[in-house]
């Protein structure tokens, strides 16, 4: 198994950050309100746009007590050109992100990570010309990788409707930049977990049920085991984002993002019992709607952001685990309600 590393790494800049203007799309999701908390850490003047999208982590709890404001706006029909007025940078990640709920509705699907992305891009021509745009991207529609470590340069091959749409969201941002020479960086995250994370189900992704699971004392299920993931730390992942918009050598470009060492979901589920100090795991194959859009094993080449920005993963797989558990373990009652937004 991988041991943790800690590398050194480029840490962003507190004096970039302190009382500059920044709007979080997706702000009291998962890893938007982690931006939220490390950007007011720095002192910036932050405003979160969020729908509370039922079946997203959105939760009232991730801001609480931040100086931040919650802005409850769906990109979808609000006047966004008043939203955005005034702000220099924008962290844009409200997504429809659930794979099966995509298929399920790709309508929907299409409506937020492409149709609102264009209200939003023509919003902010108008109203915020000059600011920095990170875009939250994905690894999954390379589909199944042809090769590992994903370059930038592999193949798209959605799996599954979320990932058409979620590829046209990040090109129509790119053109912003080509066209309009606008600073945007697109990062292809691979799969996140964390502090809020949604772990009410397995709706966003497995890590989350499998972490309250482990709390309730109850057995988990690993579909399949042998694929391989890089899984990035929340923490990592909001250092990135800050590196993107920070660095120029950044901007224009589309870059994934990896985490540590690769592991098999076999290996992540160990790590996740002995981080826990217990518990158990049944291995199931996959239920059918699953399998047909599984992408096997993944693992990032990132080393083109790892060059333009400095960065690297500074917290390994262990102690991200363990971190996770801690944040959950005294909330569990608040984070296993679906919440009333
Ligand atoms: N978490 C991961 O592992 C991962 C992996 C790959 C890509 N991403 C991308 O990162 C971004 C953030 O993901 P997350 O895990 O934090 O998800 P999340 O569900 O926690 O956050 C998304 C937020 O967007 C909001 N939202 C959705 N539609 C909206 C709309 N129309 N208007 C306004 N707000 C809306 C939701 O209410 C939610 O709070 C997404 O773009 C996602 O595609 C995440």
């Given amino acids: 198994m991988p041991t943790d590393t800690t590398q050194a790494a480029a840490t962003p800049d507190p004096a970039f950050w302190a009382g500059r203007r920044v709007l979080v799309t997706g702000g009291a999701g998962f890893l938007g309100s982690g931006l939220c908390h490390a950007l007011a850490g720095y002192g910036a003047e932050v405003v979160a746009l969020d729908a509370m999208l039922t079946g997203s982590a959105a939760h ?77 991207s994905t690894r999954q529609f390379y589909g199944k990788p042809q090769w590992l470590p994903v370059t930038e340069n592999h193949p798209i091959a959605p799996p599954d409707a979320n990932g058409v749409s979620k ?23 691979t799969n996140c977990y964390g502090p809020r994370m949604r772990i009410f189900d397995a709706r966003q992704t497995f890590v989350g049920i499998w972490l309250r699971r482990l709390i309730e004392n109850e057995p988990f299920e690993v579909w399949g085991g042998e694929q391989m993931r890089d899984l990035t730390y929340l923490d990592d992942v909001t250092n990135a984002f800050l590196l993107s918009a920070e660095k120029a050598a950044c901007h224009g470009q589309v870059f994934n993002l990896g985490g540590g060492p690769p592991v098999t979901l076999l290996q992540l589920a160990d790590a996740v019992v002995a981080a826990n100090g217990g518990g158990t795991y049944a291995v199931k194959t996959f239920p059918p709607e699953a399998k047909a859009i599984d992408i096997g094993s993944y693992h990032a080449d990132d080393s083109a952001f790892r060059k333009a920005s400095g960065w690297a993963p500074r917290i390994g797989l262990a102690d991200g685990l363990t971190r996770s558990l801690e944040f959950f373990r005294p909330r569990l009652a608040a984070y296993t309600l679906e919440v009333p937004t």
């Fill in 60 to 136: 009232p709890a991730n801001l609480a007590g931040l100086p931040v404001r919650l802005l409850k706006r769906d990109l979808r029909d609000a006047d966004l050109e008043a939203a955005c007025g005034g702000f220099s940078v924008l962290f844009n990640l409200a997504a429809q992100t659930s794979h099966a709920g995509g298929q399920r509705d790709p309508a929907t699907d299409v409506d937020i990570n492409t149709t609102a992305q264009i209200r939003l891009i023509l919003a902010m021509r108008e109203a915020a010309p000059k600011a920095i745009v990170v875009h939250a």
């Fill in 167 to 189: 590829f046209a969201g990040e090109q129509y941002w790119m053109l912003e930049n080509r066209v309009h020479g606008r600073p945007v960086v697109s990062l292809r995250l």
